[in-house]
């Protein structure tokens, strides 16, 4: 059975920051691409990262580039998401999530599995 579950999370003051882990059992993980997402209050879910399986390539939304940064560690079966510099704006419940299929990109709509999800927030 696969499952993804996501730690790591919580309050933390702006400027701060946080390292999220994604711990996949069932699966490979270096077998698959995994993404980072987001999703706040009354807005849709969106990719922020991608760790594609092809070559390694990373992507970064914009609104997190230079902040975040995205990795694996294929021995312990874990992905995780490193965020500093965090903004009030960051504010979300966070996903990770992954798919075998080919791409240097994690489509919400094509990924395999998903996590249940962390909150983060930000707050003075």
């Known amino acids: 059975q696969v499952q993804l579950v996501e730690s790591g999370g919580g309050l933390v003051q702006p400027g701060g920051s946080l390292r999220l882990s994604c711990v996949g059992s069932?699966?490979?993980?270096?077998?698959?691409?995994v993404g980072w997402f987001r999703q706040a209050p009354g807005k849709e879910r969106e990719e922020i990262a991608c760790?594609?399986?092809?070559?390694?390539?990373?992507y970064y939304a914009d609104s997190v580039k230079g902040r975040f940064t995205i990795s694996r560690d294929t021995t312990k079966n874990t992905a995780f998401l490193q965020m500093n510099s965090l903004k009030p704006e960051d504010t979300a419940v966070y996903y990770c999530?992954?798919?075998?299929?080919?791409?240097?990109?994690?489509?919400?709509?094509?990924?395999?599995?998903w996590g249940k999800g962390i909150l983060v927030t930000v707050s003075p």
């Open positions: 069932g699966f490979t993980l270096a077998l698959y691409s």
């Open positions: 999530a992954t798919r075998l299929g080919p791409g240097r990109r994690c489509p919400k709509g094509a990924m395999d599995y």
């Open positions: 760790f594609s399986h092809e070559g390694g390539f990373t």
